[in-house]
């Protein structure tokens, strides 16, 4: 199934789902954005537009997603998009598959065959990496470790003046011809999502209220963003938001691992009303890219709860910290979410962050994941 707006840059399906303690991040400066003054001028004024109109809109600083090194189960491989081309389809042994191979933009489809992982490159840029080998050779990578995400920083300001600008397709074309990456000018900030699984078999969706700036009024599922900000603060390094710097967190990647796994139950906290006593470990399927707004990452978990789908009805409606972002909570079974398609009535009501959780949670299968 192809849709348009959405794309799988990596599952995690051989693993059905990673655990926190099976993720770690490289954080540096090498993986921020890349600039010049006449784009901070138009990121300025993209910004200062915004603000007249929505002059409630904070400025928050954001986790860029820059790429990823993967495990696979028979060969380490790390994602690279100069070498997108040569990748090719390798079914694990010989020289090709243990190839380092990096993905900066695109599509990898991994689908299980036999004694490995089948891989197949879907690039709509097809392009070529700005930084070294040596730059991207893979961190230190701890023995239980399956996954590297390579991480910048960026901001919401940044987001909306590239990602959700007018001039996007011009800015990924300065990327290709200037750093040879095209999402090497956009502020690509990784987001976080939940498919919710109720203890009664019944996944939760929320209608996004029509107040919100994107994807108003259609189906959605609880998430956002893991925040610098609170790395910050849980290592001692208060700041504020325009203050916040790669090396306040750069010797503590393991805080940036736990705000990405607990920020996704924060949002179901916020967003449904459900206590993070009932929730389980979340289970990362993989990251999606959202194509309405240039490719932007989102990490997709699921996550089961211990309740009820009648009591997290009553709970949702009692109100959350976040209640204003939506107005309904819908329910479908296990069932009919795996085989949700683009030929169903509902998906044309799905919002990208919605379907490629969804694509995620059918490839992994991840009911059933051990919680250690």
């Known amino acids: 199934m192809v849709d348009p707006e959405v794309s799988i ?46 002059p409630w809109l904070f400025n928050g600083a954001k986790f860029r997603l820059h ?33 380092c191979v990096d993905i900066i933009n695109g599509c990898i489809v ?29 961190a230190e990578r701890h023995p239980s470790s399956l996954l590297t995400l390579r991480l910048g920083l960026t ?26 990456d095209p999402l090497a000018l956009l502020a690509q900030p990784l987001g976080v999502g939940a498919v919710l699984c109720t203890r009664d078999g019944q996944v ?12 108003a009024g259609m189906l959605d599922i609880p998430g956002g963003h893991p925040e610098p900000k609170a790395v910050c603060e849980h290592l001692g390094e208060g700041a504020a938001e325009e203050h ?7 010797q503590r990647p393991d805080a940036i691992v736990s705000e990405l796994f607990s920020s996704v139950c924060a949002e179901i906290r916020d967003e449904v009303n459900i206590p993070l006593s009932s929730l389980g470990a979340p289970v990362l399927m993989g990251v999606a890219l959202n194509h309405t707004s240039a490719g932007r990452p989102s990490a997709e978990f699921y996550v089961s709860c ?14 959350g910290a976040e209640a204003n972002e939506s107005t309904d909570a819908v329910f479908l079974c296990r069932t009919e979410v795996l085989q949700l398609n683009r030929s169903s009535p509902l998906w044309s009501e799905m919002c990208p962050s919605a379907k490629g959780a969804v694509l995620l949670y059918q490839m992994v299968k991840p009911e059933g994941k051990p919680s250690k």
Not at 38 to 43: A, D, S, T
Not at 115 to 134: A, D, E, I, R, Y
Not at 244 to 250: A, E, F, L, N, T
């Open 9 to 54: 840059l990596l599952h995690c399906a051989h693993w059905r789902g990673l655990l926190e303690n099976h993720v770690q991040v490289e954080l540096s400066d090498r993986f921020n954005r890349q600039t010049d003054p006449f784009l901070e001028q138009h990121i300025n004024k993209v910004w200062t537009e915004r603000l007249s109109k929505e």
């Open 67 to 99: 790429s990823f090194c993967l495990v696979s189960p028979e060969h380490h491989r790390c994602f690279r998009p100069d070498r997108a081309e040569q990748l090719g389809d390798h079914r694990g042994g010989g020289e090709a598959a243990q190839d």
């Open 204 to 215: 939760v969706f929320i209608r996004r209220s029509q107040k919100v700036a994107e994807a």
């Open 155 to 180: 901001c919401y300001k940044d987001y909306l003046g590239t990602n959700w600008s007018c001039q996007v397709a011009e800015l990924c074309q300065r990327g290709q011809e200037e750093f040879g």
């Open 244 to 250: 916040i710097s790669v090396v306040m967190m750069q």
């Open 306 to 319: 211990s309740l009820s789908s009648d009591e997290v009805r009553k709970l949702y409606w009692k109100g």
């Open 110 to 138: 991994q689908t299980a065959d036999g004694g490995g992982v089948n891989q197949k490159v879907l690039s709509h840029f097809s392009p070529t990496c700005s930084c070294s080998k040596s730059q991207l050779a893979p």
